[in-house]
Structures are given as C-alpha cells and as structure tokens.
C-alpha cells in the first residue's frame, strides 16, 4: 500500500475516531485529504476543498456505525466521495450554464490570496496536458486509474469503490494504460 | 505452477498479473517496458495531488479539534447530532398509557346503557324527594319522621299528660283521647305546671290547716272538727307530701318536680283515685278536654292558686273551714 500509515495504524486511527477522540479524527484527515483532493479535483468538482470538507464530515458522522479493517474504511471514504461528485454533477446538469463573453463579464475575485492554491501557468499547462491525455479513454477507465493512482487504493479497495470485481478493475486499468502509452508515444 | 505436467505456454495464464502501478508506487526496481507506466502516473499525480493541507472547515474542525468543556469532557464527540440529527431509528417515544381510572369506566359504561341511565335517573329522583323529605318541603307518607328522639319523648310526655287527665278528670272520658294530648307538645308543658300548682295549692292548704289547727288547740278545740281533716296528699294525687314544694313556692319554677314526674310515670301502673271519694274531685269541675286546655278552668290557673284569694266554697261547706278546704268524708 501506498499510504504512509499501514493498516494497523490506519484501524488504531479508527478505532480511536469511534470512540470521539479527536487525535484520531485528525491523524484519519491527515492520511485522508490529500488523495481525497487528488481524486475529487481529477473529476473536475467545482469546489474541491469544500466536497474533502463534506466527505469527511459525513465519515465521521457515520464513523460510529463502521464495522472493517482499514482497507474497507478508505474504500469507504472513497465512495463517499464519489457519491457526491455524482451528485454535484447532477446538479450542475440542472442548473443554466452561464457563458462569459467578454473578460470584464468574469466575476471578480473575492480574495486576492485564495487559502487553496491555484494552479500555476506551469501546473495549468500540465493539467491541461494531463486532461487531455485523459481525455483519450473511457470514463470507466479514467476512474479506475484516478483512483489506483491519485488515490492510492489497491485493485480491491477501487474494485469496491465501483462496485464490481478485482478483475474486471485489472482489466480497465490495463485497457487504459495502455491507451495512455500510445498517447504518450504520439506525444513526446 | 511447478507442476511439470502443466505445459509452458499455458503456465502464462495462470501467473497471477503484475500490477504495473502497484509497481511503479511502491517503488519496486523498474524494469524499461515500466518507464511508460511511471511516466503517466508521475504526470497524473503532479497534476492533482498537492501538497497544501486542506482548510478544514468548522464542521470538520469540530470532530478534529480538541475541545473540552468544563469537566474535561469533548464538546464535540462522533457520534453526537451536531450536524444535524441522528436518524431517528426506534420511532415516537414510547410513551407509557395513561392509567384510566377504572371507577369512571364503570360509571360512563353504566351511563351508556338504557338501564343504567334509569337507574341513576330513579336514583337521582329518590335523593331529591328524600332531601326534600328532611326539609320538611314535601311530606312523604312513606318515609319516617325527621327525628325519632323527638318523637319518643313526646310520646312519653303524652303519657303522662293522659295520666295526669285521668288523675283529674273523669279517666274514661281522657282514656278516649290521647292521641290529641301526646301530639301537643304546649300541652305537656302545661300539664306539667298544672301538676306544680297542684302540689303548691296542697302545701297552702296544708298550712293553713297547720294555723287553723295551732288556733283550735290554743282554743282549746278540737282541730278536726274546727279545721277538718289534714289534707292528704293522696287527695292532691300526689304520693308523697311535697315539702320542698312549700318552701319553693315564691320561686320561678322552671323545671318539674322530680317526684311530680315520677308520680306522673307511675300513675300509669298506680290506679287512678276514684273522683268520687274526693271532696276535690267533687270541687273540681270537669276537666276540659286536651284542646281547650290552654283556655281551661280555674282550677288550672296558676293566678288563682299561687294568689290570696280563697278558693271557691263547695256548695255544702258550712262551719269556719277555710274555703276551699277538703273534707274527708
């Protein structure tokens, strides 16, 4: 596993965060928000830091009920997450797209120093890179390689997120994988 | 897999697959056809992953700050509502039933039937003629009298009075005749005082039978035939000769003669005198009867007793005899 804590120390965590301790509830964000960021930020959530936010309040919420190891927490947190990016989406699908026009129809900014970082010229230019990399396979695809490699899940615990089999996980990310070679053969 | 019956080329199919990226991540010793691999997953996670620290918002700063209250406790625990409230899993509380109260269950399903509501109607009615009853508003020919107590003394009281009447008058004529005197409760209490002023007129006449007699014997005569025969108190229907009743005479008497009473209680078992072997009796007129007492005769009049004046001669008194004196025969 990629995480920096093993599992045992990833169920000690737990277990102290479902019996209200605060050090445990801190050490789970700790391990947790940055891979959260990661992947919900991949799937293009309007608001990345606020959905982490969201995510975590509604694990520790529910922490109480929780009953597995901690390969099946972090899968759990992960579908979480992936719940609520569906339903952002939706209710973006609702909502009228407004189309800025002209630069002084963009609002201004509330912040001059925002607390999230904004991507930088070069970060921009990589991320736009990436998304069009990504761009190039299946939504199944991408979801499996956004979460076996931003998240850092093993085949089972992204094979739960989805809700389908180890292999069928092995597979898409196969299929990916070698989708982005080519891509990145064509492009140098 | 090392079984030697299992040919090479379909050995392949079942060798477990390496996981290119679990490779790449774990920092495994990357062979050349992995550069590719590493390459697209160094991209994707320099693309998304940063390393800032999320801003923690205050729902989430609650479960991970470390708030006590006062008693050391955290304010803010997993599984408390602060973010909205728990789903609510055992439904409305159970709430323990009232307890009726079981005499009113009887009573309302009595009041539901027909029967029952007769019944407490005929109850209701029977209380209120009942009450009226004991008010004195309705007489009920049915019910008994208001008091009992009452009742028996004035039934004792009529007893006497009708004795005393025999005592006096012609007791055939009063035997007729008790209802009307046992209902008259003035007339007990004049029956009464009739009795007192027959003790009273007894002890004038025997005083002045003592002076007359004292006078005689200074005379030297003899007292009975100057004053006659000692007055006897049986010619008065008194048993016993009422000698506290002279001394008591000028004083209001509001009570009867203990003695009276007891001679009127006896003269219920005692045989009436015979009126004809009075000489009172013969002086006497009639008593009248129970109703025309309180208008009666003078022999009756406690003005006439308790005064001075003589009483009225018998129509064959001769001699110095006071008036009024019994003679025996």
Redesign the interface.
């Known amino acids: 596993m990629?995480y920096d804590a093993d599992d045992a120390q990833f169920s000690e965590w737990v277990a102290c965060?479902?019996?209200?301790d605060?050090?445990g509830?801190?050490s789970l964000?700790?391990a947790l928000?940055?891979?959260?960021?990661?992947?919900v930020?991949?799937r293009g959530a309007a608001d990345p830091?606020?959905l982490?936010?969201e995510v975590?309040?509604r694990v520790?919420?529910g922490?109480?009920g929780f009953d597995g190891n901690a390969p099946q927490f972090r899968a759990w947190v992960f579908r979480i997450a992936r719940n609520l990016l569906v339903d952002e989406r939706r209710r973006d699908g609702r909502r009228p797209h407004v189309v800025a026009t002209a630069p002084d129809m963009l609002p201004e900014p509330i912040f001059s120093q925002p607390?999230?970082?904004e991507p930088t010229p070069d970060?921009l230019d990589?991320?736009e890179?990436?998304?069009a990399?990504?761009a190039q396979v299946t939504s199944e695809q991408r979801e499996v390689?956004?979460l076996?490699?931003?998240a850092?899940l093993?085949?089972e615990e992204t094979a739960e997120v989805l809700d389908c089999r180890p292999g069928a996980v092995?597979a898409l990310?196969?299929r990916g994988?070698k989708r982005?070679?080519q891509e990145?053969?064509r492009k140098p | 897999m090392d079984d030697p019956d299992v040919p090479s080329p379909e050995m392949r199919w079942f060798r477990p697959p390496r996981d290119e990226i679990d490779a790449v991540l774990g920092d495994d010793l990357l062979d050349d056809d992995l550069a590719e691999v590493a390459a697209i997953v160094h991209d994707l996670r320099s693309a998304y992953l940063r390393d800032e620290p999320v801003t923690r918002h205050a729902a989430l700063h609650a479960f991970t700050a470390t708030l006590l209250d006062d008693n050391g406790e955290p304010l803010v625990t997993a599984v408390s509502n602060a973010h909205g409230s728990a789903p609510q899993t055992a439904g409305l509380p159970n709430r323990e039933p009232k307890r009726k109260n079981k005499m009113f269950e009887t009573v309302s399903a009595l009041v539901a039937t027909v029967a029952g509501k007769v019944v407490l109607g005929t109850a209701v009615a029977a209380a209120s003629v009942g009450g009226l009853h004991a008010t004195d508003f309705v007489d009920v020919p049915g019910l008994p009298e208001q008091s009992s107590e009452e009742s028996s003394d004035q039934d004792v009281t009529a007893d006497a009075d009708a004795s005393q009447s025999e005592d006096e008058t012609d007791a055939a004529d009063e035997a007729n005749e008790p209802a009307d005197a046992a209902t008259d409760g003035q007339k007990t209490a004049e029956a009464a005082q009739t009795k007192q002023e027959v003790a009273a007129a007894f002890a004038a006449d025997m005083e002045e039978w003592s002076t007359c007699a004292e006078e005689a014997g200074a005379a030297g005569l003899n007292p009975v035939e100057e004053c006659g025969e000692r007055p006897h108190p049986r010619d008065y229907g008194l048993t016993e000769p009422p000698t506290s009743q002279a001394d008591n005479r000028g004083r209001p008497e509001t009570t009867p003669a203990p003695d009276a009473a007891t001679s009127d209680r006896g003269a219920t078992t005692t045989p009436a005198p015979d009126a004809a072997t009075s000489d009172r009796g013969a002086t006497t007129p009639p008593q009248p009867p129970a109703g025309d007492a309180a208008t009666g005769g003078t022999d009756n009049d406690p003005s006439a007793r308790g005064s001075s004046t003589p009483p009225q001669p018998a129509a064959g008194d001769t001699g110095g005899a006071p008036s009024g004196t019994p003679t025996r025969p």
């Open positions: 990629k965060a479902q019996q209200g605060p050090a509830f801190d964000v700790r928000e940055r891979p959260l960021a990661g992947f930020r991949a830091e606020g982490v936010n975590l309040v520790f919420s922490i109480a607390a999230f970082s970060r990589e991320s890179r990436v998304e990399i990504l390689l956004l076996r490699v931003v850092e093993s085949v092995r990310q196969h994988l982005l070679r990145f053969a």
